[in-house]
Structures are given as structure tokens and as C-alpha cells.
């Protein structure tokens, strides 16, 4: 869903903010900047949070804490939508390393293959999905669009089904 939802956001939110707002392209250009620039904070930051809260803990973060301002986001007026997306950028990527990370404690020993599979697959079915939202965007509206991409989020809860790692390298060092 985080895929899905930043490539969407970057593929199509110059169109939105010129449709939406009357913005010309060089300020839609301006506001996907700091959208994407807020994203590679995000990720620089996210790995020492991780480090310190651990990586559920920024995983849960990222899905939590983004979700008022994704939700807001289609119904915000130019000046919002500019500090919203910022936000979002800033929260949501802030999971990446930690995902990462993560996963490669699930799989030890297959660090390249946990790699592979999250920048490829992950990345490529964000990919797919923006371009799916796209086909969408020509048959409903930018509007609608963005309406709809408001609860990709929400898809991220599905960690609640991820296990707790302190709980298993705890058991794993007693047996």
C-alpha cells in the first residue's frame, strides 16, 4: 500500500494540483518536489528511529500516523495539501529501511533475496498500481483518483499479523 500510494502520489499529483487548484506547471513541479523531498527525509530518518523504537514500532508509525493526513488530503485547499503532503512523505517513508530490515530478520541469511523481492516486487507493484490508477484517472477524474488513493493506507494494517521479533529472538537464544 505505501508503494502503491507514494508512486501514485508522484506519478499524477502535478496533474491533480494544476486540475485542482489552477497551479501552473512549474509550481505543481515545486509541490511534487517537496512531496518527494519529504519522502527521502523520511527514509533517512526512519532507520535511527527504527534503531531506537525498533522496526515494528516505525512500521506501525508509519501506517498510523499518515492516515489522518491521507485522508484529508483529497478534501484540503492549496495551502494544506502542500503541508499534508509533506507530512505524509515525511511518515510514510519513514517505514522503508525498517521493512526492510525487518523482513530480513524473518528470513535470516537471504538478506539479497529480502532485498530483492522489496525493491523489486514492492516497488513494481506500486509501479502497476499507479499505472491501474492512471486507466482510472482517464475514466473517472484526477479527483477521484485521489479520493480513492486517501485509504490505500489502510491496507497497511495488515501488520497486525506480523510477528512480534523481540518475543522470537528471545525464544530462539533460549533454546
Known amino acids: 500500500s505505501k508503494n502503491a ?10 496533474f491533480y494540483s494544476m486540475h485542482k487548484f489552477g497551479v501552473s506547471v512549474q509550481m505543481s513541479q515545486v509541490m511534487l518536489f ?27 508509525f508509519s501506517i498510523v500516523g499518515v492516515l489522518p493526513f491521507t485522508l484529508a488530503l483529497p478534501y484540503a485547499n492549496l ?5 499534508l503532503t509533506v507530512l505524509i512523505g515525511l511518515i510514510l517513508s519513514s517505514a522503508f529501511s525498517n521493512i ?10 537471504r538478506v539479497g533475496m529480502i532485498a530483492g523481492i522489496f525493491f523489486g516486487f514492492a516497488f513494481g507493484m506500486g509501479g502497476i498500481a499507479a499505472a491501474v490508477l492512471g ?3 482517464d475514466m473517472k477524474g484526477i ?5 480513492i488513493c486517501s485509504y490505500l493506507p489502510f491496507l497497511g494494517l495488515l501488520t497486525v499479523f506480523l510477528p512480534n521479533m523481540k518475543e522470537a529472538r528471545k525464544a530462539q537464544a533460549a533454546a
Not at 44 to 50: A, E, Q
Not at 100 to 109: R, T, Y
Request: net charge negative; aromatic share 18%.
Open 34 to 60: 517537496l512531496f518527494l523531498g519529504a519522502s527521502a527525509l523520511g527514509i533517512l530518518l526512519g532507520g535511527p528511529f527504527g534503531d531506537r523504537y525498533g522496526q515494528k514500532a516505525m512500521i506501525w
Open 79 to 83: 495551502e494544506w495539501t502542500m503541508v
Open 5 to 14: 500510494y507514494i508512486a501514485s502520489l508522484a506519478s499524477y499529483y502535478t
Open 143 to 147: 479527483d477521484f483518483v485521489f479520493q
Open 100 to 109: 526492510v530490515v525487518f523482513a530480513q530478520e524473518l528470513v535470516p541469511g
Open 135 to 137: 486507466i482510472v484517472a
